[in-house]
């Protein structure tokens, strides 16, 4: 018993409560308000990978130091201020979006509602997938050139901004109707984001990846580069030979069936993608290149 009283006196007696006020309760909530949604922010650009590389960055400095690795701390020392200048000069367009929304007037309804799209299983429904299947192929037949960037968890805002509004349902007819020749929307990519048409005639970013065939042209290598920078999925209609490729993840996949474009669009409408299915498509793909060669 005198054990227990001895512990409480030495070591519990001493704690107490902080006198806590109204200011304080107000300094946490903003906050806790400002870190939750910078986190949401970063999570939907391509800050997310940056700061998953800062984490490893971060664990082989910890490393560095409780193994007295002077070299290597001397490296991050010195390479400390001109990473902070190059980490600004490259997410410049992403700090801007962020600015930018932050100052809009509808900035907590647009939040409001950006989580309730969040919250749902799906990206997109079987009726979004079916519609541009079917307005992929339509164009395929008659040889329309098409770009359709299909979005993942990373927002293309700084893309979006390059081409014009649209935020419409997906439907066939409307894309379609989009990459017709001589409209004035045909020219550039269409973006889509969770069952929406959100613009069209984006300019996306070329990829330098010189093993990529000469006789590809623009849309190609705009598909291709557009992959390089976020998880998206990109549709390509070639207006030459009418053939359907797929970029994801830095790789282009030529001449894929409606079969292996559903199977892909239906993965990438589900927040968590089956690693199974997608090695299995990756094989099968592959295994359909081989043949085409």
């Given at each position: 018993m005198d054990t227990?009283?001895?512990?409480?006196?030495n070591?519990v007696v001493?704690?107490?409560i902080?006198e806590?006020?109204v200011?304080?309760?107000?300094?946490i909530v903003?906050?806790?308000?400002?870190f939750?949604?910078i986190?949401?922010?970063?999570?939907d650009?391509r800050?997310?990978a940056l700061?998953?590389?800062?984490i490893?960055l971060?664990l082989?400095?910890?490393?560095?130091?409780?193994?007295k690795?002077?070299v290597?701390?001397?490296v991050?020392?010195?390479?400390?201020?001109?990473g902070?200048m190059?980490?600004?000069?490259?997410?410049q367009?992403?700090?801007r979006?962020?600015?930018e929304q932050l100052?809009r007037?509808?900035?907590?309804?647009?939040?409001?509602?950006?989580?309730?799209?969040r919250s749902?299983?799906e990206?997109y429904?079987e009726?979004?997938?079916?519609?541009?299947?079917?307005a992929?192929?339509?164009?395929?037949k008659v040889?329309?050139?098409?770009?359709?960037?299909v979005?993942k968890?990373?927002?293309?805002?700084?893309?979006?901004?390059?081409?014009?509004?649209?935020d419409?349902?997906?439907s066939s007819?409307l894309l379609?109707n989009?990459?017709?020749?001589?409209?004035?929307l045909?020219?550039?990519?269409?973006l889509?984001r969770d069952?929406r048409?959100?613009?069209a005639?984006?300019?996306?970013?070329?990829s330098?990846?010189?093993?990529v065939s000469k006789e590809?042209g623009?849309?190609?290598?705009?598909g291709?580069?557009?992959?390089?920078?976020s998880?998206?999925?990109?549709?390509i209609?070639?207006?030459e030979?009418?053939?359907?490729?797929l970029a994801?993840?830095?790789k282009?996949?030529r001449?894929?069936?409606?079969?292996?474009?559903q199977?892909?669009?239906?993965?990438?409408?589900?927040r968590?993608?089956e690693?199974?299915?997608?090695?299995?498509w990756?094989?099968?793909?592959?295994?359909?290149?081989k043949n085409?060669k």
């Amino acid at each position: 018993m005198d054990t227990i009283v001895n512990f409480f006196r030495n070591y519990v007696v001493w704690l107490t409560i902080p006198e806590v006020t109204v200011i304080d309760i107000l300094e946490i909530v903003i906050i806790a308000y400002a870190f939750y949604h910078i986190i949401l922010w970063i999570k939907d650009t391509r800050a997310w990978a940056l700061l998953k590389g800062m984490i490893i960055l971060g664990l082989i400095f910890l490393a560095a130091v409780v193994l007295k690795m002077n070299v290597v701390l001397w490296v991050f020392r010195n390479a400390m201020v001109v990473g902070i200048m190059a980490l600004i000069v490259i997410f410049q367009p992403e700090l801007r979006g962020a600015l930018e929304q932050l100052g809009r007037k509808n900035f907590l309804m647009n939040l409001a509602s950006f989580e309730n799209q969040r919250s749902k299983n799906e990206r997109y429904t079987e009726k979004s997938v079916q519609a541009m299947i079917k307005a992929v192929y339509d164009m395929a037949k008659v040889k329309t050139g098409a770009l359709i960037v299909v979005e993942k968890d990373i927002q293309c805002r700084e893309y979006e901004r390059t081409g014009i509004p649209i935020d419409s349902e997906i439907s066939s007819q409307l894309l379609v109707n989009i990459f017709e020749h001589n409209t004035p929307l045909h020219d550039g990519a269409v973006l889509v984001r969770d069952n929406r048409i959100v613009a069209a005639t984006c300019y996306l970013p070329l990829s330098n990846n010189l093993e990529v065939s000469k006789e590809l042209g623009t849309r190609h290598r705009a598909g291709l580069g557009i992959s390089e920078v976020s998880d998206s999925l990109t549709i390509i209609v070639s207006e030459e030979t009418g053939f359907v490729s797929l970029a994801c993840e830095g790789k282009l996949y030529r001449k894929i069936d409606a079969d292996t474009l559903q199977l892909r669009l239906r993965e990438a409408s589900r927040r968590v993608a089956e690693e199974k299915k997608i090695k299995w498509w990756k094989g099968r793909v592959d295994s359909e290149e081989k043949n085409n060669k």
